[in-house]
T-cell receptor
Framework: DAGVTQSPTHLIKTRGQQVTLRCSPK?????VSWYQQALGQGPQFIFQ???????QRGNFPDRFSGHQFPNYSSELNVNALLLGDSALYLC?????????????FGPGTRLLVL | GENVEQHPSTLSVQEGDSAVIKCTYS??????FPWYKQELGKGPQLIID?????GEKKDQRIAVTLNKTAKHFSLHITETQPEDSAVYFC???????????FGRGTSLIVHP
């Protein structure tokens, strides 16, 4: 059973550029959430996608956008990159069932903005 | 919104000792409390979770306790091993969103 996969593993960009990160959820999961994890911090929620719609959004600017495809995979796009966007970007998948959701994380994409 | 405080930030123990990590949360509506282990260069891995209708849960050497009245929950690891060395995160979430709010993490170091 494949877990959550993310690509690429590492990425280096310069300020002002745009980046796209990709995520494939765990088999059978239909919901994808994205998090930003700065060094030494816990993950911070960016947004969540379910049924190809943004379901919830955290406190991140509009430069952060996303998409979910019919096969439940997802992309995170960040425009006009800032130095402060350097972080580990984590994707987590879950299944909307019953009354609880447990999130399973991928290995992350480490983004460095120079 | 929810605020999760986690202590200590660093915990150093000898192999075989027990380790305890404590978290408090602010939103009394929170009802799901997962714990994650994050090894260097990897994503967080769920190790145990507890729901608000349960006061304690155990899984081999790992246990979690929840005190809803005091709004705090703890992770207990017994007979620690060097491979337990990692950063541990607590989190809290509630029905309707289930988006976890994470603590800042505890770096556990187990010395052989």
């Amino acid at each position: 059973d494949a877990g959550v996969t993310q690509s690429p593993t590492h990425l280096i960009k310069t300020r002002g550029q745009q980046v796209t990160l990709r995520c494939s959820p765990k088999s059978g999961h239909d919901t994808v959430s994205w998090y930003q994890q700065a060094l030494g911090q816990g993950p911070q929620f960016i947004f969540q996608y379910y049924e190809e719609e943004e379901r919830q959004r955290g406190n991140f600017p509009d430069r952060f956008s996303g998409h979910q495809f019919p096969n439940y995979s997802s992309e995170l796009n960040v425009n006009a990159l800032l130095l402060g966007d350097s972080a580990l970007y984590l994707c987590a998948s879950s299944l909307v069932s019953g009354s609880q959701e447990t999130q399973y994380f991928g290995p992350g994409t480490r983004l460095l903005v120079l | 919104g929810e605020n999760v405080e986690q202590h200590p930030s660093t915990l150093s123990v000898q192999e075989g000792d027990s380790a305890v990590i404590k978290c408090t949360y602010s939103d009394s509506a929170s009802n799901y409390f997962p714990w994650y282990k994050q090894e260097l260069g990897k994503g967080p891995q769920l190790i145990i979770d507890i729901r608000s209708n349960v006061g304690e849960k155990k899984d081999q050497r790992i246990a979690v306790t929840l005190n809803k009245t005091a709004k705090h929950f703890s992770l207990h690891i017994t007979e620690t091993q060097p491979e337990d060395s990692a950063v541990y995160f607590c989190a809290a979430s509630k029905g309707g969103s289930y988006i976890p709010t994470f603590g800042r993490g505890t770096s556990l170091i187990v010395h052989p």
